[in-house]
């Protein structure tokens, strides 16, 4: 009769047992973690987003299953990157230089007394130092190698050699104040002074001292300044500035497939909706077409995964986040208060005047070609500045008042008599916000779901690297509950 005898295990058994245990525990954990950790190969299928949820969520959806629940959760929260090491903090402030060489500081700061130093400053620079950790970490899943946008990028840069810190220049997101701050860092109060009443367009076109490039900026690995503005707001503005108020109407005649190339008649700007446009984007880029630089994506103009970034400046805490900078910088006393005097003090009397004679020096040919009148051009300006939170909506474009004008076109007479009303009718600054927001609100509940979607797509690195919601503002309200 056989007798069994107990079961010993032997060590080459009880190896090969723990070989698989441990081999199904990498096989589990790696599906929890691809995410996060995948190789370039499989980082094309990763950011390939889900079209029918996109348009519902916070965060790209990469999986199959569909769910009747809005998912709200932030495009940078911990849960989309939980295994990245804590935030550093930020570099210390560069130094400063004088043609190159490294000086000691001599000239009072803002920043030099500590008592300024408050609470105020280390919550923002602490905001400041989650955005930046954020950035990096979106860019280490190089998700900008598959991104929907495949124009030629196009770099501008600017560059304080008195404070050694570089700024990406971006369209649409406070650009003509930049030049005004940099020309103050680096040749001072009265110089700025003389700029200020310049025109927007003048101020573009004129070659400052700071310019520098993309190539200057990396090879110095100067510590940058980056600009940031949520894609549905930035587009909006865009075309407010440059198609309503036909400051690039030769795109109309783009966007509406009009050919003047061939012809010796009169061609006049054409009527272009928001969704006329924002479906010309979505085919020009589609075709691989390079798109002008105020509606281009902020990636394709900064390379923000190349530079070493110490803030981001978002459109929407803009002064706040001026403010930061400044006070990061140890900008001197002087250069610090004239600096957030204009950037605080009355926009209608600083910014309107630059506005309207950009606009009305712009359309002279078409008034001259009988294809527009200054009556009509200044009731678009009103509704403009209607939509910028400037006037309020309840106040009507005062026609006859306007009409009885000597010279309708005289650019200071205009701006003076358009100030003059708003001063009748004042905006507080929630007020202006609101208006602002209800405008853009407006303006999307009109556009198509596929052409959302197709914007979200195009977007998509933009919205992820500066942690934009992907829900478009007309249904913010309604998922935000």
């Not at 939170?389 to 701006?415: M, R």
């Amino acid at each position: 009769m056989l007798q069994m005898r107990p079961f010993r295990p032997s060590f080459a058994r009880l190896g090969l047992v723990l070989m698989v245990a441990l081999m199904a525990l990498y096989v589990f954990s790696g599906r929890q973690r691809s995410l996060y950790f995948s190789s370039e190969a499989g980082a094309a299928h990763i950011f390939r987003p889900n079209k029918c949820l996109l348009k519902y969520t916070n965060v790209p959806v990469y999986n199959t299953t569909v769910s009747s629940t809005p998912i709200y959760v932030s495009p940078m929260s911990s849960s989309m990157f939980p295994l990245v090491s804590r935030t550093k903090d930020l570099p210390p402030p560069p130094a400063r230089l004088d043609n190159g060489i490294r000086i000691q500081k001599t000239v009072k700061s803002v920043a030099d007394d500590t008592e300024e130093l408050t609470n105020e400053f280390a919550q923002m620079e602490k905001e400041q130092r989650l955005q930046i950790d954020k950035l990096t970490q979106v860019c280490s899943t190089n998700v900008l190698q598959n991104a929907t946008y495949a124009g030629m990028g196009s770099y501008k840069y600017h560059r304080s050699r008195a404070y050694n810190v570089g700024y990406c220049k971006v369209p649409k997101c406070g650009s003509t104040f930049w030049i005004r701050l940099f020309t103050v860092l680096d040749n001072g109060i009265n110089v700025a002074k003389n700029i200020l009443e310049k025109s927007r367009s003048s101020l573009h076109n004129m070659r400052h001292s700071f310019h520098s490039s993309l190539l200057s900026i990396l090879q110095l690995k100067s510590p940058t300044i980056l600009s940031a503005r949520n894609p549905y707001s930035r587009l909006h503005s865009a075309y407010i500035d440059k198609l309503y108020l036909f400051l690039m109407w030769n795109y109309s005649l783009n966007i509406l497939g009009i050919d003047k190339t061939n012809t010796t008649e009169r061609i006049c700007p054409q009527a272009v909706s928001f969704e006329d446009f924002l479906q010309w984007i979505l085919r020009d880029a589609s075709q691989g077409k390079t798109l002008n630089r105020h509606w281009a994506p902020i990636f394709s103009l900064c390379k923000p995964c190349d530079v070493v970034p110490i803030s981001i400046i978002r459109q929407e805490t803009f002064a706040k986040d001026v403010k930061f900078i400044l006070q990061y910088l140890k900008v001197d006393e002087d250069k610090y208060e004239f600096i957030m005097s204009a950037l605080q003090g009355n926009r209608v009397k600083t910014a309107l005047p630059s506005i309207i004679a950009t606009v009305f020096n712009r359309v002279k040919s078409l008034v001259r070609d009988n294809c527009l009148n200054w009556i009509y051009i200044a009731r678009r300006t009103w509704s403009a500045l209607q939509i910028q939170g400037f006037i309020a909506n309840e106040v009507n474009f005062p026609f006859e008042q306007f009409k009885n004008l000597t010279d309708p076109s005289d650019v200071v007479k205009v701006s003076e008599f358009i100030i003059s009303e708003i001063y009748k009718h004042p905006l507080s600054k929630d007020e202006s916000h609101n208006q602002r927001k209800m405008a853009l609100q407006a303006a999307y509940s009109d556009v198509s779901e596929e052409t959302i979607v197709g914007i979200q797509q195009l977007y998509r690195e933009d919205f992820l690297l500066f942690g934009y919601s992907f829900v478009p503002p007309n249904k913010e309200d309604i998922y935000s509950e």
